[in-house]
């Protein structure tokens, strides 16, 4: 930590002042990530038409920064604040842009002074007049309104708390375009995030034009997608999926990058997560002919580079390349999930690990990202890995990113290595948001806003010294199942952002209830910065049951259960006069149950509209079944239609069953169900002959029922007949005969094989109408 102690006591001691005497002058503070040090003070300065920003004559970093202010608030407001050198007139309420020292010494660090009079900011370095400019445009853009503001009062003493405030972005899986990428540079330097982790290879696409070796794009940049999405249905063609950033776009983006306080760190993977490059120069890798075909699935991929000079050579031309494109001072060499198989069952190979005397493979491994290292460290970088990088011994000079829980970074911590925070299960943005259908594909295991916040980044694991190891902590985005840039935008944002107050407030500054009271302020920034973002946890979600005297109940709430939830019935928008929620709702069928969430006096997220039937309250998605187990849990989308919206299914890949729970069988019902195909295209190794089989009585399969479990008694067996070939959805029904009383049904499907793998959509219970 470069603050000095007594500057941390005294924040300390100041920001126990502020939690003990909240903010009572102007508007609260809506500032994201939360200032180290704020003192609220009397009145408002009045941003408008006329406010110039003032810089020091020949002050040239200044002068930038005061042109990207204004450029900010002029897309945000429109306005378009002069930019002048000297200093403003007397009695002229300006921005000012001002060198000199703060109390940290930090690079990024910054003090604001916004008074009616005049906004300052005051900055030794670049970085901290850049940071200390974006204070300025969040207090001026706290709503989505154009024209002239009035930021509150305030005296504010900042500075980071970790170096490394990062987010990875996987553009291997899927591809993004400049321009997206540019938009969440904009949206993290909005939110002083410093760092983006661009992860340019993988098994399923090589991304970055190489001069040297041109096949890595022109073969390792394409992919046919698996299943239906990967044909033309008109011709049966395949569809190439395809794409690569040339390095004049990656010189374009790293600059753009590095002018709003960003370093692009790039990652090129190395020993495994390669068949994208192996495919366009097996004779880098240990197979002849690595199978194209697969580059269009998702998994651990058994296809690892040749350890041998000539791969070497490659692999630094490709390195050099990299190192000329981005100057940043960390290289990421993957390292990860780099299965063994193929160096087990090589000869060679095994006589390289007697040779070398390393003990087995993972000592081969380590021997592989040293020399990486070595080339690395020869061009005055620095090489960062995934905790993988550990196993077989940590070269000389690595930083791990710990993925696999903090483990990863107290390891490396205790032996004296920095170590970047990137646990799975907290800060991978492919993990749902909330339970609701609505939310894009991806993980079904729920990391919510609030679990980001509460990620602990001061592992208690750690001691004090190790803890200055800790580089700081980044949101990972995985994008297997974030096919379009808007997606990856909303499973990102907003949860960036509590990543972004976690890698930037001090710990005693964080608060849920304080950073969740800034969500509207934190929405309407995000809405103007133009990046996609995820709104379905704060909304009202309805559960529709079956109720007494022909009603329906509906029992409404939201993922977050943040603010009040407000309805109307009467088809009228609600507003936050209309009727407060409190317990489930018995409707008759016919209305439609309208819903808001607010949050004091801002309503957050959209309305949702609840059409009240009862066939509604008999019919649950995917989603609102159960799944058996955990295995490869996922909220997936189907490969069909080729264009237009797709189902979502939510499937346990490893076991197919979804439960139905509390089913009142005292009289038959006729089960009706909308199925789908997916194909099965993830690489799981030996693990895929696990997954249970039913055998089929009839061609096409049955969904079958059984009652209290899915090793229970077997009460329908429903033939799918053309239903299941697909592709896209298709509907069967059955009866489900009187049992007595309410059980939980188990649905499952029978299949030769998971090649596809028949997946519910959603199921409807009714009672059967017998003969009387
Ligand atoms: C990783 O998720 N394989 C780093």
Redesign the pocket.
Known sequence: MAVLSASVAALTLASAAFAASPATNGPDLTLTPAPAQATMGQGTFALTARTRIFVAKGDVEARVVAGQLSDMLLKARGLKPAVVEGAPPAGEAAIVLARGATSSDKAEAYALSVAPTGVTVTAAKRAGLFYGAVSVWQLAVQDAAKGPAQLPAVAIDDAPRFAWRGFMLDSARHFQSVDTIKAILDAMAAHKLNVLHWHLVDDQGWRLEIRKYPKLTSEGAWRVPAGAAGRDPKTGKPIRYQGFYTQDQVRDLVAYAAARGITIVPEIEMPGHALAPLVAYPQFGMTKTPPRESMGDWGVFPYLYKPSDETFGFLNDVLDEVMDLFPSPYIHVGG??AVKDQWKASPEVQAQIQALGVKDEHGLQSWFIQRAEKHINARGRRMIG?DEILEGGLAPNATVMS?RGVEGAVAAASQGHDAVLAP?STLYMDRRQSASADEPPGRIKIVSLKDVYDFDAAPAALTEAQRAHILGLQATA?TEHMRTDERLETMTFPRLIAVAENGWTPEARRDWKSFSDRLPAETARLDVLGVAHDTVPYEPQATLRPADGGRVSVALASGLGLGEIRYTLDGKAPTKASGLYETALAVAPGKTVRARTFLGDDALGRIRDYPVSLLAANTRNSHQLELCGDGINLSLEDDAPLNGPRAVFAVNLMNACWVWKGADLSSPLTLTARIGQVPFNFQIGADKAKIPLRAPATPEGELEVRIDGCGGQRIAAIPLGAAARGPGLATVAGVLPKQGGVHDLCLTFTARTVEPTLVLDQVTLTPTKTKT
């Open positions: 990860d999930e995934w993925w799975d995985f």
